[in-house]
């Protein structure tokens, strides 16, 4: 059986997102790339925010990279570095930020990863947020071998 071009999934609140969040951080490991992208309120600060107080065990206050561009925090088994690159005007900069390591080591949050240009790892787990009707509609694609299919089944598990 091929595996899984992508996996969707529908949040209907702020209580879907954050349990998404959750879930991503049982499956990501350090060398991982989360690219959520998706407009201006689609939920991508409130991901990575509630990724990274679940991946820290405890509530901690995560305010938003916009302006500091990137965020670091140690959990338990790996270091999380968290950036919004929203006011990147070109993707030389993002060198600058020291994020071409922590590809390497961390787990990478990215905020408008669009500013990356080529400098997006290969194996990087794209998400798009895109708000609906009645909530956010979530689309995964890309990531390293066999995750999609580790999110496949959990997101099916999960309802």
């Known amino acids: 059986m091929p595996a899984p071009q992508s996996a969707h999934c529908f949040l209907p609140d702020d209580a879907a997102t954050t349990a998404l969040a959750e879930l991503l951080a049982l499956h990501l490991r350090p060398g991982d790339t989360l690219l959520l992208s998706g407009g201006i309120g689609a939920g991508k600060t409130h991901l990575a925010r509630a990724f990274i107080q679940a991946k820290l065990g405890r509530a901690e206050d995560v305010p938003s990279p916009t302006f500091t561009l990137v965020q670091t925090y140690e959990a338990a088994d790996c270091e999380?570095?968290?950036?919004?690159?929203?006011?990147l005007s070109h993707p030389d900069e993002v060198l600058e930020l020291g994020l071409e390591s922590a590809f390497q080591t961390a787990i990478c949050l990215i905020e408008w990863p669009d500013r990356l240009?080529?400098?997006?790892?290969?194996?990087?787990?794209?998400?798009?947020?895109?708000?609906?009707?009645?909530?956010?509609?979530?689309?995964f694609t890309g990531g390293r071998a066999g995750l999609l299919d580790q999110l496949q089944a959990a997101l099916a598990q999960n309802g």
């Open 80 to 87: 999380i570095w968290h950036a919004d690159l929203y006011r």
């Open 117 to 139: 240009g080529d400098l997006a790892p290969p194996f990087a787990l794209r998400l798009a947020l895109s708000i609906s009707e009645d909530g956010r509609d979530a689309v």
